[in-house]
T-cell receptor, first 112, second 112 residues
């Protein structure tokens, strides 16, 4: 079964600082990869998804970007964080077809 | 009408009772369905897939009603540890965002 590694678990960053969150996946090849964000007490918001290396679909206009330099690596970045970027960031992976999503443990980001 | 809708609750249920909640979806082309469980400040975890004929996993039973376009989750002999938010996920191949849509979740509280 696949395992999704996400780090760090928690992060406190000042407004205007850059961000880089990394996610790696084990136990599967050519997965679809996702970044979600969840604000406190809210539902999941899809930020980006990728069906292959270098292929990124953005779901929400924002100051975040994503990259997929390798098949099982997905990176979420920002050049300048905003207060509104605070939240729980989740990386997820799924195989092809109708397979379910599997989530990493998440990164709780607080922008101060 | 939202693509996937859930009653947010909270459902307050005494320990040992049976509880059921539904998730409605708007697009009849939806093909696969899942229930996830999310504990406070944790990542969602796959609880069970939902099959056309219905399926059971221990105390949990999931059912699909294509005619009325909803899925259900029934929990028997509820435990304190069942307290969580339950998310339904609907997969529509060819749909936007890789076809996956999350409900906002139903909050369940099992009371001693």
């Amino acid at each position: 079964s696949q395992t999704i590694h996400q780090w760090p678990a928690t992060l406190v960053q000042p407004v205007g600082s850059p961000l880089s969150l990394e996610c790696t996946v084990e136990g599967t090849s050519n997965p679809n990869l996702y970044w979600y964000r969840q604000a406190a007490g809210r539902g999941l918001q899809l930020l980006f998804y990728s069906v292959g290396i270098g292929q990124i679909s953005s779901e929400v206009p924002q100051n975040l970007s994503a990259s997929r330099p390798q098949d099982r690596q997905f990176i979420l970045s920002s050049k300048k964080l905003l207060l509104s970027d605070s939240g729980f960031y989740l990386c997820a992976s799924r195989g092809q077809g109708s397979s379910p999503l599997h989530f990493g443990n998440g990164t709780r980001l607080t922008v101060t | 009408r939202k693509e996937v809708e859930q009653d947010p609750g909270p459902f307050n249920v005494p320990e040992g009772a049976t509880v059921a909640f539904n998730c409605t979806y708007s697009n009849s082309a939806s093909q696969s369905f899942f229930w996830y469980r999310q504990d406070c400040r944790k990542e969602p975890k796959l609880l069970m897939s939902v099959y056309s004929s219905g399926n059971e996993d221990g105390r949990f039973t999931a059912q699909l009603n294509r005619a009325s376009q909803y899925i259900s989750l029934l929990i028997r002999d509820s435990k304190l540890s069942d307290s969580a938010t339950y998310l339904c996920v609907v997969n529509r191949p060819g749909g936007g965002a890789d076809g996956l849509t999350f409900g906002k979740g139903t909050h369940l509280i099992i009371q001693p």
